[in-house]
């Protein structure tokens, strides 16, 4: 620029040098503070009204490959998610973004999309990150199935609201309702069977909290596999859990015995001995599911399915004793405490030996001691005689 102006009359000079200085303090300001100077940008992070300004608007996608991303996201909703009451920004998850247009996006399809998330919840759920990187669906995952569960499957982040009480720390009645339909999406074919089963059949026809949803079963973020030896042997606890529980049972009339009769039947007490002398071994006597079955469990005087139906019962015992026939069910008491109506024989043979027993015994004892008391009487009588 000097070159250019050296020949030039010196007022015209002095003017471009001025000129020129100008545009450089202006050029140099600008360098030196480029977040000022961008009028969309206000603070050190973008608000999320900068983000909601766009991103409120109807009907906008981002293509991704062949497939087309809504990118709508509802200034409501996110303002009653837990995130948006605990005043987390998008900036707080989007950390890659601070304007628009926005970085390249280099995955082809929404399912990769929402993996590149995977690291985004770590940084505030460490526990729940940790115990999914632990679990069946991670297990699943890093053998190459991109379908297994990650957080995003189960928890939108834009649209989650509570599920524990804030100051309970427990699961919401109305958390506990929504979680089989969040598993549904991929277990369709056991959440259609769970909705027909007694459990299901109450919570999802019932809206009834009391019975047990896939997480009471299976836990939620650390899920194991439960086709293993050490879960099937586990199920006698799992289902005592609340079978044990008169506060719940009391309600619908069950019976809280129905675990220790299981015990006492040579069945349960060949189990409970086999994992107390061979833990983690495989046992061959049944539990509570294969005669009950598991996402399919019914009332047990449900005519179709119930197991207090011979013929239904029947199937079950063949699994394990091919040759039983019609009544070899009926050879067997179930968890019935024998009474008057169910095994009478049993019950008045139980109730004889209970009479019989003390009453001879007592007998006896009365004849001894009363035989002793005169013995000792007669002697003392002898003595004085003497
Ligand atoms: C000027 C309007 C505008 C603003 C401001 C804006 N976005 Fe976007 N955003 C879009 C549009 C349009 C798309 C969809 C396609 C595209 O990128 O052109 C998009 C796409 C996205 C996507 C999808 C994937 C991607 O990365 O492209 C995310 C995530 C996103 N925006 C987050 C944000 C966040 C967070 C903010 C605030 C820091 C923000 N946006 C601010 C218009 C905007
Ligand atoms: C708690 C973390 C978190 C917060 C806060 C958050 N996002 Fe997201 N956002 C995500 C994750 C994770 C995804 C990927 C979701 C998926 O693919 O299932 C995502 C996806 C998106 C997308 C792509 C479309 C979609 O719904 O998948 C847009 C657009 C977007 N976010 C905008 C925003 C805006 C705007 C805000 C603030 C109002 C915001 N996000 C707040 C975590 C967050
Ligand atoms: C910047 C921090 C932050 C990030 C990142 C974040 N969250 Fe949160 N999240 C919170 C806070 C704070 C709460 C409220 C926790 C509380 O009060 O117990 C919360 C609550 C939740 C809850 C409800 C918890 C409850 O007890 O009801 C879920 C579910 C959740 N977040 C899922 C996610 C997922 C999934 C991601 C990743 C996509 C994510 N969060 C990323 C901060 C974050
Ligand atoms: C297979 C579905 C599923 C996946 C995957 C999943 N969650 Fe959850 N999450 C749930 C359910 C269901 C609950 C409610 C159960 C409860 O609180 O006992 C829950 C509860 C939570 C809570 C509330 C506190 C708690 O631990 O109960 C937070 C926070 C949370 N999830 C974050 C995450 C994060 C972060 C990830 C990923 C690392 C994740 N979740 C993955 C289903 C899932
Ligand atoms: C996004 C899809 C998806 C969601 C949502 C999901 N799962 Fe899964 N789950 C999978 C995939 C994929 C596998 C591994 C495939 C397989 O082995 O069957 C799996 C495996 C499992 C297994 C182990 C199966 C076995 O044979 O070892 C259990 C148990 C399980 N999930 C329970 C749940 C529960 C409970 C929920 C809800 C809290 C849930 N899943 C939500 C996709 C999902
Ligand atoms: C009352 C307890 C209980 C409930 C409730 C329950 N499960 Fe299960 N689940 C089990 C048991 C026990 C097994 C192991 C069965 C076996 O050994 O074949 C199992 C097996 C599984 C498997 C793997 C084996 C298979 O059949 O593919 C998946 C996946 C699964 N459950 C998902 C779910 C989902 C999803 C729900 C909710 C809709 C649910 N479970 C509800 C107890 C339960
Ligand atoms: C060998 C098969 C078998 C096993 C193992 C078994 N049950 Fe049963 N169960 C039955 C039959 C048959 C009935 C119906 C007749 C009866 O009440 O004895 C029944 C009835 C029940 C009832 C209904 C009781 C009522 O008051 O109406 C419950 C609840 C129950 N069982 C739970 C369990 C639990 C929990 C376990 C494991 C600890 C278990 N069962 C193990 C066969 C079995
Ligand atoms: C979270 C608590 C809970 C768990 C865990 C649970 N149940 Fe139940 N179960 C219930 C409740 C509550 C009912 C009564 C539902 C109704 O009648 O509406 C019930 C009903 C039943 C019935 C029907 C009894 C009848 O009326 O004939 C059977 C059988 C049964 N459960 C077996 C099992 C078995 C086997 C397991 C373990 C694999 C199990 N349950 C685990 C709560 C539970
Ligand atoms: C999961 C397999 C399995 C199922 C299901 C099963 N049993 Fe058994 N049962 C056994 C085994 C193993 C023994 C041997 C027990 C021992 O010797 O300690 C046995 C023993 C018996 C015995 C003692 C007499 C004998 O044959 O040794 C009777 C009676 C019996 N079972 C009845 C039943 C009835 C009734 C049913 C159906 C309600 C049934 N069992 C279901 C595995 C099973």
């Given at each position: ?16 040098l001025l ?42 996608d981002?293509?991704?490959?062949s ?39 280099k ?16 940084e ?33 982040p ?19 309702l ?15 069977t ?6 299901g ?23 194991q596999d439960?086709t293993?030896?050490?879960f ?30 299981y ?21 061959n ?30 199937i ?55 035989d ?15």
């Open positions: 620029m000097h070159h250019r102006t050296i020949s030039r009359p010196p007022h015209i000079w002095t003017v471009s000129l020129g200085l100008g545009l450089l303090i202006f050029a140099l300001a600008a360098l030196a503070s480029p977040v000022q100077a961008s009028p969309s940008i206000q603070e050190d992070k973008p608000s999320n009204d900068f983000c909601l300004a766009c991103h409120q608007e109807e009907g906008i981002k293509t991704l490959g497939e087309s991303l809504p990118v709508t996201i509802n200034p409501t909703e996110f303002g009653m998610s837990v995130h948006g009451e605990e005043g987390i920004a998008c900036v707080d998850c989007h950390t890659d973004i601070s304007d628009y247009p926005h970085p390249d996006v995955v082809k399809n929404t399912r990769d999309f929402t993996l590149t998330f995977l690291e985004t919840c770590k505030c759920h460490e526990e729940q990150y940790t115990n999914v990187h632990n679990s069946v669906h991670q297990r699943a995952f890093d053998e190459g199935n991109k379908n297994a569960a990650v957080c995003m499957d189960c928890h939108n834009h649209t989650q609201t509570r599920l524990t009480g804030k100051t309970s720390g427990q699961l919401t009645p109305s958390a506990r929504h979680i089989p339909t969040t598993c549904a999406q991929c277990h369709t074919e056991i959440y259609d769970y909705k027909t089963s007694v459990h059949n109450a919570l999802t026809q019932e809206n009834n909290t009391d019975v047990p949803t896939c997480i009471d079963c299976h836990g939620v973020h650390n899920i439960p293993t030896i050490t099937r042997n586990s199920t006698p606890f799992l289902c005592a859990k609340c079978h044990t529980d008169a506060a719940i049972m009391d309600k619908y009339g069950i019976s809280t015995n129905v675990v220790n009769s015990v006492s039947d040579f069945h349960g007490a060949t189990v409970k001995l086999f994992e107390e002398q061979f833990p983690g071994q495989p046992t006597k049944p539990v509570c599911t294969d005669c009950h079955g598991v996402h399919d469990i019914a009332k047990v005087n449900n005519p179709e399915a119930g197991i207090a139906m011979q013929e239904n019962l029947l079950k015992c063949q699994r394990c004793h091919p040759d039983a026939t019609a009544n070899f069910p009926a050879a067997w008491m179930s968890h019935y405490e024998p009474s008057p109506e169910h095994y009478p024989i049993v019950y008045y043979v139980n109730l004889f030996y209970k009479i019989f027993i003390p009453t001879v015994l007592g007998g006896m004892i009365f004849f001894v001691l009363t002793i008391y005169r013995r000792i009487v007669n002697r003392a009588k002898g003595t004085k005689h003497a």
